[in-house]
C-alpha cells in the first residue's frame, strides 16, 4: 500500500521560515517525479516546486527565491523549505509523486498559515 504523509505545517508570522516533510512508504521515491502543490481557499490546487529524476528544480513565480525543494534517499523524504513566508502563502500543501502515464499519488495535506 501506497502512503505519502506530510507534515511540519503550522501557524508562522509573516517573514518567518517552515520546512514541510513528505514521508513515503510503499514506493520509492528515488524513480518518480515528486511535487509540492497548495491550494488556498476558493482557490485552485497549484504546482508550487517539482523535483526531477535528474535533480533539477522548478518553482512557480511567487514562490521563486523563497522556497527550495529537495529529497532524502535514504529516507525516502522530500522536503520543501519555505523562507520569507507571506500571508499569500497560506494553504494546505500537498506532496505528489509522479510516474510517466500514471495516475499520480498523493498525500493528505498540511495546513500552513502565515499571518501578517
Known amino acids: 500500500q501506497v502512503e505519502l504523509v506530510e507534515s511540519g505545517g503550522t501557524l508562522v508570522q509573516a517573514g518567518e521560515s517552515l520546512r514541510l516533510s513528505c514521508v513515503g512508504s510503499g514506493i520509492n521515491f528515488r524513480y518518480f517525479v515528486m511535487g509540492w502543490y497548495r491550494q488556498a481557499p476558493g482557490k485552485q490546487r497549484e504546482l508550487v516546486a517539482a523535483l526531477q529524476l535528474d535533480g533539477t528544480a522548478t518553482y512557480v513565480d511567487s514562490v521563486k527565491g523563497r522556497f527550495t525543494i529537495s529529497r532524502d534517499h535514504a529516507k525516502n523524504t522530500v522536503y520543501l523549505q519555505m523562507n520569507s513566508l507571506k500571508p499569500e502563502d497560506t494553504a494546505v500543501y500537498y506532496c505528489?509523486?509522479?510516474?510517466?502515464?500514471?495516475?499520480?499519488?498523493w498525500g493528505q495535506g498540511t495546513q500552513v498559515t502565515v499571518s501578517s
Open positions: 505528489d509523486a509522479r510516474l510517466v502515464g500514471r495516475p499520480p499519488y
